[in-house]
């Protein structure tokens, strides 16, 4: 491979003679060879996303010259169209704060502008990294800011996958509104329930967390843009502040207010822990229902077997005609990592000091794979799961009628102390309660089976 030298603060480093990237990116890339993980996509978008956005406010304010502030919105929208994602080389456990990234993203706008000059790449006399593409920013509110940026970017399609799914758990509510099945509590007998009634939860369940999801995530669109190193605002014009967040509206697309107090927003990571947080909350739910769905289709002949899961892939490398609950268990393990990485992003939120969070890379790297991951999962759980979901309607018929819970509607006619005898009875002897209602002549055929209609148990006022 061929080199070029460029300098930095400490000295000379060879840099790959066709990277875009320059000397700090290459000291990072030797100083921290840790996951080989690298930028989020829509990271590396959002970031240059600022830089445009920079460069905009910068000309409104006349301190970038139009020709450079131009030529440097021209090398970023190919940063943001994720021409040059290849350039963005800096593993995510890096040096605190995003230094290092930040520097990746200049170094690589700046070379790829002055290419777009017709001069050579790590020759910034005219065009420079610091100089220009970092000017009137800070790590420390162009890293937090671009933070905000991808994620607000990438939270309508885990929305959108959240409300697929709700939409699924509703359709199946409806389809299985008229099958009567036991319900269970401690996972034992409980009185008879709808399968559909089931269903309606898990859709509720789903869609308050949207609500919640979108409520965090609106915590985002105030930003600290403009507070340079300090949130002083130290080096930039007045009027950037104002200009840049408009121009970062304009390039993203999103709706974004600039800050009150950007002191709070370069100290504070707490929108970032109400997202991550929002997100351990559908995890918890997708996790509780994953579960259900894998009880409920345990079997085929030793278990519940009271729904039937779509066979998508076969079970078991020894047991023929095995197939096993896979988009559950899938679904189990991608909330569980994001439960994780909420952990994650609450101990690096508080490890904040002073003026500013040094933990935000893994802050950064754990809430985005969470909203990614979970988004795919969501999605796959929706369409190879929930969506094929059938019923073994004799299956939930037998087991509503030989269920104990049963003699909850008999505290009504005969009082619960009865009832709880013929419960014990019919637990004892293996005879159903109708049975046994019957033979000690407690009630009449009549009664018992006007009583003892699972269909009318499901409502109120009984």
Not at 257 to 270: D, H, T, V, Y
Request: aromatic share 4%; glycine share 8%.
């Amino acid at each position: 491979m061929k080199y070029r030298k460029e300098q930095d603060a400490l000295g000379d480093v060879e840099v790959p003679s066709n990277a875009y990237f320059g000397a700090q990116t290459a000291r990072a890339v030797a100083n921290f060879p840790i996951s080989g993980l690298r930028a989020h996509p829509t990271f590396i978008k959002a970031t240059a996303m600022v830089k445009w956005a920079s460069a905009e406010a910068n000309m409104a304010c006349n301190k970038l010259d139009p020709r450079t502030g131009t030529i440097i919105q021209k090398a970023a929208q190919e940063v943001i169209d994720g021409k040059l994602d290849e350039q963005f080389v800096v593993d995510v456990f890096q040096a605190g704060a995003g230094t290092s990234h930040n520097m990746n993203c200049n170094e690589v706008i700046a070379n790829r502008a002055l290419e777009m000059l017709g001069q050579k790449r790590g020759e910034y006399g005219s065009l420079h990294p610091n100089d220009h593409v970092n000017m009137s920013q800070s790590t420390n509110d162009v890293y937090p800011t671009a933070m905000r940026v991808a994620a607000l970017l990438l939270l309508p399609a885990l929305d959108e996958a959240m409300a697929n799914l709700g939409s699924a758990l509703e359709a199946k509510a409806k389809s299985f509104d008229n099958v009567i099945k036991s319900g269970r509590t401690h996972l034992q007998d409980a009185v008879p329930i709808r399968l559909g009634q089931e269903f309606s939860g898990y859709a509720r369940a789903i869609g308050l967390l949207r609500g919640r999801v979108w409520a965090a995530g609106a915590l985002l669109q105030e930003l600290g843009m403009g507070g340079s190193a300090v949130g002083t605002g130290i080096n930039t014009h007045p009027r950037y502040q104002k200009q840049v967040v408009l121009a970062l509206q304009k390039i993203s697309g999103l709706k974004l207010i600039a800050s009150k107090n950007l002191f709070e927003r370069m100290q504070s990571m707490s929108s970032f822990v109400a997202l991550s947080g929002a997100l351990r909350e559908v995890a918890v739910e997708l996790i509780r229902i994953a579960n259900d769905l894998r009880l409920l289709s345990s079997g085929p002949r030793t278990g519940f077997a009271e729904i039937t899961l779509p066979p998508v892939q076969p079970g078991s490398s020894i047991m023929p005609g095995k197939v096993n609950p896979v988009m559950a268990e899938v679904t189990n393990m991608v909330a569980f990592h994001v439960m994780g990485n909420d952990l994650t992003v609450s101990l690096a939120a508080q490890a904040g000091q002073m003026e500013l969070n040094v933990m935000m890379p893994v802050i950064n790297f754990n809430l985005l794979q969470s909203l990614e991951i979970l988004t795919h999962c969501i999605n796959l759980f929706s369409d190879k799961c929930v969506k094929g979901i059938g019923v073994n309607r004799r299956a939930c018929r037998t087991y509503a009628e030989q269920s104990v819970g049963v003699a909850t509607i008999l505290n009504q006619s005969i009082g619960y102390e009865a009832a709880a005898r013929i419960a014990k009875a019919s637990v004892a002897t293996g005879k159903s309660l109708r049975e046994i209602v019957i033979e000690q002549k407690i009630l009449s055929e009549n009664e018992v089976d006007k009583i003892l209609d699972p269909t009318k148990m499901t409502k109120p006022g009984m």
